[in-house]
């Protein structure tokens, strides 16, 4: 391919790549989808990044918290475990929806993450196991109640409400149900992660 072929080439994916997304995420406007590409793209140059450099530009956007699990659990609920690495879209989606996004998609998603083996359900252990990211994100210095205020608590706490036919596992309608009663869950869905936790005195019930 000559040089004008591969220019124009590179810009039709670029374009597709951004309609794409903006469908998928239904958002308004690509002005920031671009810049957001164009930044990936150029320290990216393959366009994919493997789970290392997701867990290092997750460490960016969250300097106080330990971010190293809860970005992995991320990486994988976007398919980058089984494939390696995540593309450009997964990546946007991944911080999209932590900070805007539909509420529906985020619990789509979260479900994902919290559902390590993807068998459809959540058991206990998986719980406890994205709660415990979770509270590792967030840092000691959030206050909660005392009932609360471990990962162990939190979950015995939220698994018992949304398990409601008491089977020992969630599956998809539990957890939509139950994500949208919720306070703790929706926090966690409705972008409460887009600031360092440190910066300000949050508490979460
Ligand atoms: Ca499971
Ligand atoms: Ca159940």
């Given amino acids: 391919m000559n040089k004008m072929g591969e220019i124009s080439s590179k810009y039709q994916l670029r374009k597709s790549i951004i309609k794409d997304i903006r469908k998928e995420l239904n958002l308004k ?9 164009g930044s990936f793209m150029k ?5 994919q990044v493997d789970e290392a450099e997701f867990v290092s530009i997750y460490k960016k956007f969250f300097p106080q918290g330990e971010v190293q699990d809860f970005a992995r659990h991320v990486f994988r609920a976007f398919g980058g475990k089984e494939k390696g690495s995540i593309g450009f879209k ?28 993807g068998d459809g359900e959540i058991t ?5 196991t994205i709660i415990q990211s979770i509270y590792k994100l967030l840092g000691p210095n959030i206050r909660m109640p005392s009932h609360l205020n471990t990962p162990e608590k939190r979950t015995e706490h939220v698994f018992n409400q949304m398990d409601v036919n008491k089977v020992g596992n969630i599956n998809f309608a539990e957890f939509l149900a139950g994500a949208l009663n919720n306070s703790f869950i929706l926090r966690m869905l409705g972008g409460s992660l887009d600031s360092s936790p440190t910066s300000s005195k949050k508490s979460i019930n």
Avoid at 29 to 37: G, V
Avoid at 43 to 47: A, D, H, L, N, V
């Fill in 43 to 47: 320290s990216y140059p393959t366009g």
């Fill in 29 to 37: 406007s690509n002005k920031s989808t671009k810049k957001w590409y």
């Fill in 90 to 117: 997964e990546f946007y989606k991944a911080f999209v929806l932590q900070t805007s996004g539909d509420l529906n998609e985020k619990i789509v998603f979260a479900f994902r993450m919290y559902d390590l083996d």
């Fill in 124 to 128: 206990k252990d998986e719980m406890l």
